[in-house]
């Protein structure tokens, strides 16, 4: 397995925007598709965008489209989620996701996860 950290969460206003990083340990980073989910309080967790180990394709959920884009850098062994446009609903705990074989919005497709970043959007 893989180990995650997510960094860059905090507080912005309605409209504004965020960069997500998440470092993740180990050579084999380019192997793994990563993933961002998040979760808010009293609800399930919920897919945002994944990103496949070449960095090729990528998917998003119909919430984030067209705001949020994932990136990663595989010599940084690093993802990224851009957030912009922000709107208090965004707000979560932002989570990182890896698996060397899944992909896809089920988050029993990935066998690693980030202890979460904080993501505050107030209106």
């Known amino acids: 397995q893989v180990q995650l950290v997510e960094s860059g969460g905090g507080l912005v206003q309605a409209g504004g925007s965020l960069r997500l990083s998440c470092a993740a340990s180990?050579?084999?980073?380019?192997?793994?598709?990563m993933a961002w989910f998040r979760q808010a309080p009293g609800k399930e967790r919920e897919f945002v965008a994944a990103?496949?180990?070449?960095?090729?394709?990528?998917l998003y959920a119909d919430s984030v489209r067209g705001r949020f884009t994932i990136s990663r850098d595989n010599a940084k062994n690093t993802v990224y989620l851009q957030m912009n446009s922000l709107t208090p609903e965004d707000t979560a705990v932002y989570y990182c996701a890896a698996d060397l074989t899944g992909y896809g919005a089920n988050p029993r497709a990935y066998g690693s996860w980030g202890q979460g970043t904080q993501v505050t959007v107030s209106s």
């Open positions: 180990g050579r084999t980073f380019s192997r793994y598709t």
């Open positions: 990103i496949i180990f070449t960095g090729a394709t990528t």
